[in-house]
């Protein structure tokens, strides 16, 4: 592998080949190659096959510095399960202390290998680069993902072995580093689920919360996330939700891979920290397993496990959706909108075409008009923001009823200055913000009603726009605008609740999963742990675009093109539409479909929640 003219290691796709019957792909300099078969050539950054697996090539014999450092970049992105390659490239000092699986950091282009100093020492046996690039983000222990930014730049120290005159790295980084293409290859995100502590999602109904990493695609994926889910919940979930598996469950001793069998069930073999649980906590972490194994494998039909050669449990789809509930506890009955009257009205939510009905209730009669609206996700009652903004009234969606005083009134002085829309949580609380620059403020009302409590909100920066409490109802998403300009942040809702006192709650851990660049126009949850945002870059236009609570951008596809939007709704269940109020009226997005008019008239669209 040659070097530039400057003598620093020169990135190019490497050379390999690849036999679709295996499905695998091998970089050149491998030992060994089919001896028949069709043969191609490929990228060093192939299409997204899940037949294919990349391997990389050992170094060559009397290979310079550069392409020792270029070989050792390469072999980072293959899908060698303990990158038994990658460490050939390291002296055995180097390779029994490097430990890959502590961060991955992604680089918008990948990492650049420029000569740097010795040091001092002989050039002759002692030589050095600096890996540099720009940071998109870092994976981390726990496989979190995180966005970043900034400039990379870390050494990488080669010497060139007495006896063998062989150049080998004795100094690297820690973790791994590649490019954002040889990342979206390699990785992929998976949620895994755990129980929320504070939150359910109805009446002794548990509420399973999604917690996204990355994982290596090829490298025994279902195994790896089973191992995952037993390491524990990451950083930014773990004050707010709980593991059904003991302490210490772990897979059994000598248990290398997991593999369905032909009736889609998986065995998981536990050690003897979990062989004595009783059958209702057996259930739970089978759902957990499950649920976390069909983002993976949606075939999968049933978990069983074991421990000490007994079996513990067996639980199939039916037995997981009864132990907790993803999502919201039903799919929405209606869709509800505010009709050219500025009424709570509602349609169909299954059949769209059906003429809108005002909600029965004070709300769907006219008695204030109203600008923003909320249902909760029984869908019995309804809360509202007048036109002005300035007073929260909440009403039961039963005729005859009555409105009676507004629950929440703003004392800001414009329109803009007063009540965000509202949102419901699972609990059936209320949350609000008020903008009033005198006194901004995130407010809960228990059950919609009584004295609003102040929800903290430590380093918060700026005012809260808009507020949407996930189904899990331990995350919220709030777009915070400062300097005129609005951000998509997620944070987990913290509850400190003793017997006889209101509880003080909290946002903790507010994360952007925007780029600073991006106006953020309008957003809601659209699935386990992704939401749907309407925002544009500095300069450019509008665009619509799936996003995960933690940053990265899921593999689906963005929705299709819509100009004008002003206010986006979706649910956690994929089989809703999306549905936006745009230039064109109330729209709906149904799946494979293209855009819908669902009345000319109307704005603010809310699914319950």
Known sequence: ????????????????????????????????????????????????????????????????????????????????????????????????????????????DGPGAEPARSGGRDEKKDVSFALTGTRVATVDAQQSYSPAAGAYSQPVHLIQDRKTEQWRIDGLPPGVVMGQSDFLRTYTSVNKYYFASNATAGPDVESAVADPVYIRRMVDPMTQMVRSLLNGPTSLLGPVVRSSFPSGTALEKGVSSLTPDDQNKLTVPLNAKAAKVGSAKCGEMAAQILFTLQNLTPALAEVDLRAGGAQLCSVDGAGADAAAVRGSVKQPTYLYFLDNEHRLVRISAQTPGTQPDPVPGPLGEGDKALRSVAVSRDEQTAAGVGIDGKALYVGAMVAGSSLG??????????????????????????????????????????????????????????????????????????????????????GRIERDEKAGERPAVSVQELRSVTPASEEVAAMSWAGDSKLVVVGQEQGGVQQMRYVQVDGSTPEAPAPAALTGVNEIAATEDDEMPLVAYSADGIVRLPSGAQWQKVVAKGTGPVYPG
């Open 1 to 108: 592998m040659g070097a530039d003219r400057e003598g620093g290691a020169r990135r190019r796709p490497a050379r390999a080949v690849a036999y679709a019957a295996c499905g695998v792909v091998m970089l050149a300099g491998c030992a060994s190659m089919p001896d028949s078969g069709d043969l191609r050539g490929v990228e060093s950054t192939p299409r997204q096959d899940t037949q294919v697996r990349v391997f990389a090539m050992p170094p060559r014999e009397d290979a310079p510095a550069s392409e020792i450092v270029q070989g050792f970049l390469e072999a980072l992105t293959s899908d060698d399960p303990h990158y038994e390659t990658a460490r050939k490239y390291l002296t055995p000092g180097a390779a029994a202390k490097w430990r890959p699986e502590w961060s991955t950091t992604v680089l918008e």
């Open 405 to 490: 005083d507004p629950v929440l009134l703003s004392k800001g002085k414009t329109e803009n200055d007063r009540l965000t829309a509202p949102s419901w949580d699972t609990r059936g609380d209320l949350w609000v913000a008020d903008r009033n620059p005198a006194d901004p403020r995130l407010l809960l009302l228990e059950q919609g009603k009584g004295e609003p409590l102040e929800v903290r909100t430590p380093n918060l920066d700026g005012r809260v726009k808009a507020v949407r409490v996930a189904a899990d109802g331990v995350r919220i998403a709030l777009v915070v605008e400062k300097d005129g300009k609005g951000s998509l942040f997620v």
